[in-house]
């Protein structure tokens, strides 16, 4: 009798985006604008989710 022997799955690389990145500049708005309430930045989760905060709009996503 002989038995099956399954691969062991390989882990998942952490992604290089996972983290928060702060928004140094953009072509259509000065920095006064992009830190108007707080620092802009975008956040990024391990799973592809996040939130960013540009200005005065704060918003959030998740990943499919």
Do not use: C, Q, V
């Amino acid at each position: 009798m002989w038995s099956k022997t399954m691969a062991k799955s390989k882990p998942k690389p952490k992604s290089p985006f996972a983290g928060r990145w702060r928004i140094a500049s953009m072509s259509d708005w000065d920095e006064d604008y992009i830190n108007e309430e707080e620092e802009g930045f975008f956040e990024i989760d391990e799973k592809g989710g996040g939130e960013f905060h540009l200005a005065t709009s704060t918003d959030r996503w998740t990943a499919s």
